[in-house]
């Protein structure tokens, strides 16, 4: 009996020191998820976002800006409608260098924006970024506006170079024109094909100011994305023509966000 009774009271203070020992750490963890959840009561959602992509030949608009592959970032950030960027571009071989700033607003359907294209290879080093002077600047600055209605899957972009280097042969303001009509169709599994064109409205800087009213952008684009894993690359394939310049491109590009 005497055994027993010791052996009992062995056990029992082993359970009290266990107890005394789990206590604390039961403590420490209800309060690593107290603060967690505090954390997430305090902390929101970002409205920043960062982009990147890389495609085989920077096209835009139909038009071809080299025959080098192009690094393509891009940091936003999105309040209420509001959307302002910040993108470069920078090819591969070094032949192209982009600086891109726009500020955008969005109500429904309808969206109107402004948007700063500078592009320091094409001005050599010589450009001054901050020279903002109508006849002396290096920027061109955009005004456009896109209807993209709701219950359709189309959308038509106009838009025109209002400042900056956008000049005629004689000096003066061009305000080249442009606009563009396209359709999306969604597949399943976020797979979007688009079909659009796109057409200089007046004699411009997508004619080399040499003609009026010209389609110089019909493009078909597939959207999908490829598994690595857990993760799915979004990537997209394009072929374009420009009917104004008798030229047919193929690009493939590949998107981390």
Known sequence: MLTFAIIYSITMNLKVIVICLLLPIGALAQNVTNAESEDNRILKFSNFSASLEFTTKYMWRGIEYGTSPVF???????????????????????????V?????????WLTIGFNDYY??????????????????TSHYVEASATLAPQKFPVYLTLSSYVFGMDKKPNGSQAFSSYAEIGYNHHFKGNNVMTVLVGAELNRGFYTDYEKGFSVCNVAAKYT??????????????????????EKAYFTFSAYLR
């Open 72 to 98: 393509l970032p891009m940091l936003s950030y999105s309040y209420k409608g509001f959307n302002v960027y910040a993108m470069g571009g920078y090819a591969a071989n070094g032949s192209h260098q982009e």
């Open 100 to 108: 891109d700033f726009g500020i955008s607003y969005t109500h429904k």
């Open 224 to 245: 999908t994305s490829i598994p690595l894993g857990k993760y799915k690359l979004p990537i997209s394939a394009s072929l374009v023509f420009n009917p104004y310049k």
């Open 119 to 136: 592009y320091p290879t094409a001005v050599s080093e010589k450009d001054n970024y901050f020279v903002f002077k109508n006849r002396e």
